[in-house]
C-alpha cells in the first residue's frame, strides 16, 4: 500500500547531527533574560496538542463517518422517471451494473497511472481540471488551501474558493451526508479534510483515481467515466479518444451547462479551456493541443430503453437542479414528470408522418389531385423537426419531442431542437404588436397605443439606421445604413390596418410599429414574457426573427395570450418520491428560466384578447394562408408561422384556451430549407398535434371587460360616412375608439370632357360625381400598380384631419401636384465591390397627379436625367456615384403655366 508523507534527506539528518553552534548561538544563551525551556513546559506541549485534538475529536469530529462505510454506500436502488400518469419513461440503473471500472485491479502495465482500461488522456484531462497535483499531496493540498484562505480573506471572510482535491471531494460525495455536503463553512472543510487523509491512508492514488472516475457525474444520468463514454459517444471508455477524453473531463464541473447534446458551442470551448489546462501542466505540448483540438467530435447515442428521450434527459437538468448531484447520485427516487405519455407518442408520430411527406419518403409521399406525387423523392428539404405542448394553465409540459429519431446519428438526433437556440424569423411579431396595441407599454415608449385598426403603410421603406449593429454600415455622414425589409410574397400591399399586417405577416408595416414604440420595448416584453435570450444589440430585424430563441420559451412566451395577460411558467415535474429514504413527496422546484415572474400581468387582459382575436381570424389571414388552411382547426384556435429570411428555420406556435403548441422544422447542420415556409413545414406538424391534444374541443376564449365593438370604415379605420366602401366590426381598447368620421374617400365633381375636377365654368350636364381613395403622395407607385385613379387635394389637404363635406363643398380647391416615389427618402446605398460600376443603377420615378400634364422632368443635383411630355408617369435609370445626392421631379400642367416642383429626396451612396 503506498503511503505519501513527508520526509528529511539523510544528508540534511548528517549535517543536523554534527552541527555545533554558532558564535551567535553561543552569545544568544550568556545575553540576560535567556533562559533554557524546563523540562515541565517541554512535557505540556504535546498535552496541549493532544489535548487540542481531543476537542476536535469531541466536537467538530465526534460523529465523522468511517471510511470503511465508502464501498457500501456505492450500492444504490434505481431511480425511476415517470409520467403523469406514473407510467415509465426511463429507469437510471445503478452505474455499479456493468458500467464501472474494476476497483479491486491495483495494477495495470498499460497504463502509466495504475488504470486499466482507462486512457491516459483521461487521467491527464481530469488531473489537469480538477486536481493537477493529486500525485503530490496526501489528501489536502496545502498550496491549494494557501491560495484559498487569500482569496476569501480578500472575500471579506467569505468562502469563495475550497481548494479542494479529488480525494475531498470523494470524502464528500461519498461519506457526507446530503444535508453537510454543500454547507459553507471551516468546520465542513476540516472533517472534509480528515477524511479525505484517511482515505489517503486506507487506498492507493490509483484506486482513488478509479474511484473517483467511477463516481463522477458526467450528465445525462451517467455516473461514471464508463457510462459517460457509452452515452456520449458510444463506445468503451477504453476507446475513447484524446478529444473526447478532454471534452468529458470539461462536463465535470458544469454538466448540463456544457452538455454537448444541448449546446455543443459551449461544450467545445469548455473543451478547448481543458486542453490549455492540460497544456499548462505539462500533459501536452501546444502542438499536440492544436492537434487535439481539431479532431472532430462525433456524439452518439447507444441504443437503450427509453420513452420521450429529449424530455427524460431535459428532466436530468431540472433533478439536478432541485436535489444536487449528489442526491441523484443516490438514487432511489421516483420522479413523477407532467409529461402525457400518450399525447407525446401521438406528438412524435405526427412530427415523423409530417416530414417524411415534406420530404417524399414511404408512406407520407404528398399526393396530389388525381393521386400522383408532387414532390421529388430524391430531394431531402428538412431533415428534422420538433415540437412541444404545455398546459396553458399550470404550464405543466404535456409532451417534448426534441427531433424525429434520438439514435439517429446522420439528423444529430440526439440535440433536443426544443431547447436549441434559433431565429424564430415572424413568430415574434405578435409581441411586438402587444406592446404597440397595450396602453401602458405604449406610454412608457412615449407613443399613443395603436389600435386593430390603425392604418400602417406596406410600401418600400428605407428605415434610417435600422439594420443593427450585425449589419449596420455607415455612411458618410456617420449615420447607420438604411434598412429596407421585404414582405415574404415580394409584394406590396399599400394602406394595411394592424389586424391585416400581424395576421398576414406582413413584413415593412411589422418593422414600422417597431421603429415606432423603439427596439428596447421589444426586448422588454420579451422578457417579461419569459424569454430572457435577447440580450444583445439589435435593430429592427429583432421583429423579423434577429434574435434568437428556444422554441420551449417562445411558446411558454405566447402563454400570455390565452392566459388574459399573465406570464406562463413552464413545469417538468410534479412530484418527487424518496424510496430510498421512505419519505413522501419532495417539493420538486422547476426552476428553469432566471428571469423573475412579474408581480403584475405582462400585458392587460385587452391586450391579450386583441392578438388572440386578429390570430383566430380567418378572414384577416385569407390574403396570405388562403382558405381552409392548416392552421384551422374545428374549434377556437390562434397561430402565427414564422420563416427565416435564409429559409433555415420554420416555425408554427399557437394556442387554444386550455393548450399551447410550438413546432420547428428544419436542419439540425442549419442546411437552407429551399421554399419550405411555417405553413407547409411546420404547420401541419402544429394542426395535427393540436387535434391530438384536444381530444375533446376546448372552451372558447373569453372576452373581457373593457372591450368596444364599434363598426368602422375597414380601409381607414375611421367612423363611417357615405362615400366609404366598405364596413367591418373591430374590437377596442375602451377609450381608443375612432371618434372621427372617415375622411379618406372624397366624393369630387368631375368634368366628364376632360377628366378633371369641375369648376364654376363647367355646364352641369357634364358634372358626374366620384368617389376617390384619397392617400398620401407615397402611396402613388402602388395606387398605379392596382390601377387605382389618384386626385390629389391640394390647399384642402384631404387625410389629414379635413372633413369630406369640407372637399365636396369646395370642388374649385382641387389642384394638381407631383410626386416623386423614387428613390426612398434618407436611403443609404452601397456600391458592391464584385459588380461592374455601369451596372449598379437605381431606380428615379415620378408621377403627375390627375392627369396628363404638358411638361415632366427629373433632376438629380440639379442636372436632368430625364424629360417627358404630355404623361402622367416619368421613369429613367441613374447610375450610382460615391457621396450624398438630390432628387426632384418638376414640370409644367399647360404650355406656359407654372412650373411645381416636388420636395427633395436625398440620398448617400457609400
Not at 472 to 481: E, H, K, M
Request: glycine share 8%; hydrophobic share 40%; with cysteine.
Amino acid at each position: 500500500m503506498s503511503k505519501i508523507g513527508t520526509s528529511v534527506h539523510p544528508t540534511a539528518s548528517i549535517r543536523m547531527m554534527n552541527a555545533t553552534p554558532t558564535t551567535r548561538s553561543r552569545s544568544a544563551q550568556n545575553l540576560p533574560g535567556f533562559r533554557k525551556p524546563g523540562r515541565f513546559w517541554l512535557a505540556l506541549i504535546p498535552l496541549l496538542l493532544l489535548g487540542g485534538w481531543l476537542a476536535l475529536r469531541l466536537t467538530i469530529l465526534a460523529d465523522l463517518p468511517s471510511v470503511d462505510d465508502l464501498e457500501s454506500r456505492l450500492v444504490r436502488p434505481t431511480t425511476r422517471i415517470l409520467d403523469r400518469n406514473g407510467r415509465l419513461l426511463y429507469e437510471v440503473l445503478d452505474p455499479n451494473a456493468g458500467k464501472q471500472i474494476d476497483l479491486a485491479a491495483d495494477a495495470a502495465p498499460d497504463s502509466r497511472y495504475g488504470l486499466a482500461g482507462i486512457p491516459d488522456a483521461c487521467v491527464q484531462a481530469t488531473l489537469a481540471t480538477e486536481d493537477s497535483r493529486f500525485f503530490w499531496h496526501p489528501g489536502v493540498d496545502p498550496i491549494a488551501i494557501a491560495r484559498a484562505l487569500w482569496q476569501n480573506w480578500q472575500a471579506d471572510g467569505a468562502i469563495v474558493s475550497g481548494a479542494s482535491t479529488l480525494t475531498q471531494q470523494l470524502a464528500r460525495s461519498l461519506l457526507m451526508e446530503p444535508e453537510e455536503r454543500y454547507v459553507q463553512s471551516y468546520d465542513r472543510k476540516l472533517r472534509e479534510a480528515v477524511l479525505a487523509l484517511q482515505l489517503e491512508q486506507r487506498y492507493s492514488k490509483a484506486q482513488l483515481l478509479r474511484l473517483y472516475l467511477n463516481q463522477t457525474y458526467y450528465g445525462h444520468f451517467a455516473f461514471g467515466l464508463e457510462a459517460a463514454a457509452q452515452n456520449f459517444f458510444a463506445k468503451p471508455a477504453a476507446q475513447l479518444s484524446r478529444a473526447e477524453c478532454a471534452l468529458l473531463a470539461g462536463l465535470i464541473q458544469y454538466p448540463t451547462g456544457y452538455d454537448p447534446f444541448v449546446d455543443p458551442e459551449s461544450a467545445k470551448n469548455r473543451q478547448l479551456t481543458v486542453l490549455r489546462l492540460m497544456t499548462d501542466a505539462r500533459f501536452i505540448t501546444q502542438a499536440e493541443s492544436d492537434q487535439i483540438a481539431a479532431e472532430p467530435l462525433r456524439y452518439r447515442s447507444r441504443l437503450f430503453a427509453i420513452e420521450a428521450p429529449h424530455f427524460v434527459m431535459y428532466i436530468q437538468d431540472q433533478l439536478v437542479r432541485a436535489v444536487g448531484v449528489d442526491r441523484l447520485r443516490d438514487g432511489g427516487l421516483a420522479v413523477r414528470t407532467t409529461l402525457d405519455l400518450g399525447l407525446q407518442r401521438q406528438a412524435a408520430a405526427a412530427v415523423r408522418r409530417r416530414l417524411d411527406q415534406l420530404n417524399c419518403r414511404g408512406q407520407g409521399q404528398k399526393k396530389g389531385a388525381t393521386g400522383q406525387v408532387v414532390c421529388d423523392p430524391g430531394e431531402e428539404v428538412a431533415r428534422n423537426g420538433a415540437a412541444v405542448v404545455l398546459d396553458a394553465a399550470s404550464g405543466e409540459i404535456l409532451a417534448m419531442v426534441g427531433s424525429p429519431n434520438y439514435f439517429d446519428e446522420s439528423i444529430q438526433g440526439n440535440v433536443n431542437a426544443v431547447l436549441s437556440q434559433r431565429q424564430p424569423g415572424s413568430a415574434i411579431k405578435p409581441l411586438t404588436y402587444a406592446a404597440a396595441l397595450d396602453p401602458e407599454w405604449s406610454r412608457q415608449a412615449g407613443v399613443e397605443p395603436l389600435t386593430a385598426a390603425s392604418i400602417l403603410a406596406d410600401l418600400p421603406t428605407a428605415f434610417p439606421g435600422g439594420r443593427g449593429e450585425e449589419m449596420a454600415a455607415s455612411n458618410s455622414f456617420g449615420d447607420a445604413g438604411a434598412y429596407r425589409p421585404e414582405n415574404y410574397d415580394l409584394r406590396y400591399h399599400g394602406p394595411v390596418t394592424v389586424r391585416e399586417a400581424l395576421a398576414n405577416s406582413y413584413n415593412i408595416p411589422a418593422v414600422a410599429v417597431l421603429q415606432y414604440i423603439g427596439v428596447p420595448t421589444l426586448q422588454r416584453i420579451a422578457s417579461a414574457a419569459g424569454i430572457g435570450s435577447f440580450t444583445g444589440q439589435y435593430g429592427l430585424a429583432l421583429t423579423l426573427g434577429g434574435g434568437e430563441v428556444s422554441l420551449l420559451d417562445l411558446t411558454a412566451a405566447y402563454g400570455i395570450f390565452p392566459r388574459g395577460g399573465e406570464r406562463l411558467e413552464t413545469k417538468g415535474i410534479l412530484e418527487i418520491g424518496d424510496q430510498k429514504l421512505g419519505t413522501g413527496d419532495m417539493e420538486a422546484p422547476d426552476p428553469r428560466s432566471p428571469i423573475p415572474s412579474p408581480q403584475s400581468p405582462v400585458i392587460s387582459p385587452q391586450t391579450a384578447f386583441l392578438i388572440t382575436d386578429i390570430l383566430s381570424d380567418p378572414i384577416a389571414r385569407l390574403p396570405a394562408f388562403g382558405e381552409g388552411s392548416v392552421v384551422e382547426l374545428p374549434f377556437p384556435a390562434a397561430a402565427k408561422t414564422g420563416t427565416t429570411t435564409d429559409w433555415r428555420d420554420n416555425w408554427t406556435v399557437g394556442f387554444s384556451s386550455t393548450r399551447l403548441v410550438g413546432v420547428w422544422v428544419g436542419n439540425a447542420d442549419n442546411k437552407p430549407m429551399v421554399g419550405v415556409t411555417g405553413i407547409d413545414g411546420a404547420g401541419p406538424i402544429w394542426r395535427d398535434v393540436m387535434l391530438a391534444a384536444h381530444p375533446t374541443p376546448p372552451p372558447a376564449f373569453s372576452r373581457p371587460a373593457r372591450i368596444k365593438d364599434v363598426t368602422i370604415c375597414a380601409p381607414s379605420g375611421l367612423l363611417p360616412t357615405r362615400e366609404c366602401p366598405r364596413l367591418r366590426h373591430e374590437y377596442f381598447i375602451a377609450g381608443t375608439e375612432p371618434t372621427r368620421p372617415d375622411d379618406q374617400f372624397v366624393r369630387v365633381s368631375i368634368d366628364r370632357a376632360t377628366n378633371q375636377p369641375a369648376n364654376a365654368d363647367t355646364p352641369a350636364a357634364r358634372i358626374s360625381e366620384r368617389i376617390y381613395w384619397n392617400l398620401g403622395p407615397e402611396y402613388a407607385d402602388w395606387m398605379k400598380s392596382q390601377g387605382i385613379p389618384r386626385l390629389e387635394i391640394g390647399a384642402w389637404g384631404v387625410g389629414n384631419g379635413d372633413s369630406t363635406l369640407s372637399v365636396h363643398n369646395s370642388p374649385s380647391t382641387v389642384q394638381p401636384s407631383l410626386s416623386l416615389s423614387s428613390p426612398t427618402p434618407n436611403s443609404a446605398y452601397a456600391l458592391h465591390p464584385g459588380v461592374p460600376l455601369e451596372r449598379q443603377r437605381l431606380a428615379v420615378r415620378g408621377y403627375a397627379n390627375g392627369g396628363v400634364w404638358y411638361s415632366l422632368r427629373l433632376l438629380v443635383d440639379g442636372e436632368v436625367i430625364a424629360q417627358a411630355e404630355n404623361s402622367d408617369a416619368i421613369e429613367n435609370w441613374w447610375q450610382l456615384t460615391p457621396g450624398p445626392h438630390r432628387f426632384w421631379l418638376e414640370g409644367e400642367q399647360r404650355v406656359g403655366g407654372a412650373t411645381q416642383r416636388t420636395e427633395v429626396t436625398s440620398i448617400v451612396v457609400e
